[in-house]
């Protein structure tokens, strides 16, 4: 799988080896309106908080997670932004899609047909139509819900391996660039039998989520980095500004010319996943820079410890003494000259798990032998499951309500994770501080009914 969370190298294991200069070694391991994801609110200085979640190309597979679910759930209502993970670059320097095995999966993208009873708008796709898939159910999905965004997110942990190579010069950064855009936002998508074609995707994607893990630091293994990827990855975002902003007052010309009234140019998202490592922002992310092309990022509000360490511990606290936190990424950001109303928090949807824990006690902060057996890989496993646990009397919930975090322990194997009564003061947070909204990793782990993303949009929205 190319899930971010489970090849990720421990936050606390990077800072160490990017202070020693060495390379670590990887672990196992809303509202429509006002609030539709663009700029704050004119209206009343109410803030038009965003409410994103990331949605996995590969969910509809193994976890039959698929887009028709979040309109059953009711979450595609309370989303402002859906992130598509993930869109890779060759070694060309170039988006593409295709059906190469753990490069590009063109079937689930848009060439899947989908029956009745998983399609958005309950009709099941013909032979004929050149986009289906995931692609033309979030196309649906949009239409019943109007004001939602969908964003195509390219790279991801495992999907970075080429950003560095590609972005050395001007030249190379325009051409990356620009072939991000005819694939997506022009939607000019290859043929693939019926699917696919000039123009196939058109209109889908509102914008574009750089997920490059991690410019100027290790990050997968065979990743490339170097130095001087802090300025190439600087300059490749304006690019992306310059040349989504051309192309969006290309078009709005085009329609000029069939009216009499002036259209105003579609606006299109720029957004990044960012790191919450101090050492890793400062190797590769020119804040101040950065931060005037960008709509908003989204914070690494997880993995801060995950199941490979050889000691339980908090994934994604709110607040944590002498340790990564929420609290303690966001002041980072802001200190180098990040604006407040441009950071999102990012929000597990899943538990880091840990069994053979020993020394007694509530199990946190103790020797554990590995990590805890799960659904689809050890040491991590969805919130849906683990409610289910908490629900079970076998685990006992623990909360340290002064720094925002949870855990379940029953004497052997301990989850922590984030429940409603965390996010709902992590969204008093955001709301406290000013702060851009929440964004979740990933969408198929919440309930069948949305609850993780339900509870932040009545958080964030007051409801």
């Known amino acids: 799988m190319r899930r971010r969370d489970l090849s990720r190298l421990t936050i606390a294991g990077v800072a160490l080896a990017l202070l ?42 193994g976890r039959d997670f698929q887009v028709n679910d979040l309109q059953t759930s009711g979450s595609a209502a309370k989303l402002t932004h859906i992130n598509y993970a993930f869109g890779n670059v060759n070694a060309e320097g170039k988006c593409f899609t295709g059906n190469i095995p753990g490069q590009a999966d063109a079937w689930a993208d848009y060439a899947r047909p989908l029956d009745a009873a998983n399609s958005v708008d309950g009709v099941a796709d013909t032979d004929t139509q050149p986009l289906a898939g995931n692609f033309n159910q979030l196309r649906e999905l949009k239409a019943k819900n109007p004001g939602l965004k969908v964003m195509i997110s390219l790279g991801g942990w495992s999907y970075s391996t080429n950003f560095s190579d590609s972005v050395r010069t001007a030249a190379s950064r325009k051409a990356l660039v620009a072939s991000c855009i005819d694939l997506y936002i022009k939607g000019n998508l290859p043929v693939d039998g019926a699917r696919g074609g000039q123009g196939a995707a058109a209109g889908l994607f509102d914008g574009i989520d750089v997920d490059w893990e991690w410019p100027g630091s290790a990050g997968n293994e065979g990743t490339v980095f170097r130095p001087e990827d802090k300025k190439n990855f600087t300059a490749l975002i304006h690019e992306f500004r310059t040349q989504l902003d051309a192309y969006a007052k290309s078009q709005a010309k085009q329609k000029k010319g069939k009216g009499h009234h002036k259209p105003k140019p579609k606006h299109y998202d720029l957004s990044a996943y960012v790191p919450a490592n101090p050492a890793a922002i400062d190797a590769g992310f020119d804040v101040k820079r950065l931060m005037k092309d960008f709509d908003f990022v ?63 006690g509530k199990g946190l902060g103790q020797p554990a032998t590995g990590p805890a057996p799960a659904t ?34 029953d004497g052997t194997s301990l989850w922590t994770y984030d429940d409603p009564q965390v996010l709902r003061a992590k969204t008093s947070y955001i709301r406290d501080k000013g702060l851009g909204g929440a ?16 509870t932040v949009d009545r958080g964030l929205n007051r409801r």
């Open 20 to 61: 020693a200069g060495t390379a670590p070694a990887a672990v196992a391991g809303s509202d429509r309106g006002q609030n539709n994801g663009g700029d704050r609110s004119k209206g009343h200085h109410r803030p038009a908080y965003k409410n994103i979640g990331y949605f996995t190309q590969w969910g509809v597979y």
């Open 298 to 360: 989204n914070l690494q509000g997880y993995d801060y410890h995950v199941s490979g360490e050889k000691k339980t511990a908090q994934q994604s606290a709110l607040y944590a003494k002498n340790d990564f936190s929420v609290d303690q990424t966001v002041r980072d950001w802001i200190r180098r000259g990040a604006p407040k109303h441009k950071l999102v928090v990012g929000m597990p949807t899943y538990g880091q798990g840990w069994t053979g824990v020993s020394g007694g």
């Open 376 to 409: 689809w890989a050890n040491g991590y496993e969805d919130y849906k499951v683990l409610k289910k646990l908490a629900a079970s009397g076998t685990y006992k919930i623990h909360r340290d309500t002064k720094n925002g975090h949870a855990w379940l322990f």
């Open 439 to 454: 964004m979740f990793w990933s969408l198929d782990g919440d309930t069948d009914d949305g609850e993780l993303v339900s």
